[in-house]
Each structure stands twice: as structure tokens, then as C-alpha cells.
Nanobody
Framework: QVQLVESGGGLVQAGGSLRLSCAASGILVNDNTMAWYRQAPGKQRELVATITRAFSTYYIDSVKGRFTISRDNAKKTVNLQMNSLKPEDTAVYYC??????????WGKGTLVTVSS
């Protein structure tokens, strides 16, 4: 059974940092695209960052220069280093994995709260 489990969320003051981690089990991740999404209260889920099997990365404009996505295929993990956090970054953050055949998996999310 494939599982994605996020960790690292919490409460932080504006300007602070958090590091989110997502651990995959039941599947190899080497050939898969990994991503972080977030959903703020009352808003739709949005893509935050992706990292491909070739380690190519993409970020939405609002987090460029502040967030860094990385992956460790041996440990089957994907991380999101979040610096200079802002109150508008408050959301539930979800880990996502898309396989090479297009199947998609999701974690249950971890809450990030940034206080002003």
C-alpha cells in the first residue's frame, strides 16, 4: 500500500522558517514527480512547488526565493524548506506524487500556521 506521510508543520512567527518532510512507503520514488500543495482556509488547493525525476524544480511566484524543494530518492523523501514565512503562507500543506504512468498519490497534510 502506497503511503505519503508529511511532517514538520507547526506554528511559527512571520519571518521564521520551517522544514516540511514527506516520507513515501510502498513504492519507489525515483521515476516520479514529487510536489507540495497547500490549501488555505476558504481557498482552493494550490500547487506550491514540484521536483521532477531529473531534479528540475518549479515554484509558484509567491514562494520563489523563499522556499526550496528537494528530494532524496534513497530515503524516499521530499522536503520543503520554507524561509521568510509570511502569514499568507498559513495553510495545510500536502505532499503529492505522480508516477511515470500518471497515477497520483496524496498525503493527509500538515498544518503550517504563521503568526504576524
Amino acid at each position: 500500500q502506497v503511503q505519503l506521510v508529511e511532517s514538520g508543520g507547526g506554528l511559527v512567527q512571520a519571518g521564521g522558517s520551517l522544514r516540511l518532510s514527506c516520507a513515501a512507503s510502498g513504492i519507489l520514488v525515483n521515476d516520479n514527480t514529487m510536489a507540495w500543495y497547500r490549501q488555505a482556509p476558504g481557498k482552493q488547493r494550490e500547487l506550491v512547488a514540484t521536483i521532477t525525476r531529473a531534479f528540475s524544480t518549479y515554484y509558484i511566484d509567491s514562494v520563489k526565493g523563499r522556499f526550496t524543494i528537494s528530494r532524496d530518492n534513497a530515503k524516499k523523501t521530499v522536503n520543503l524548506q520554507m524561509n521568510s514565512l509570511k502569514p499568507e503562507d498559513t495553510a495545510v500543506y500536502y505532499c503529492s506524487m505522480t508516477t511515470d504512468v500518471g497515477r497520483n498519490y496524496w498525503g493527509k497534510g500538515t498544518l503550517v500556521t504563521v503568526s504576524s
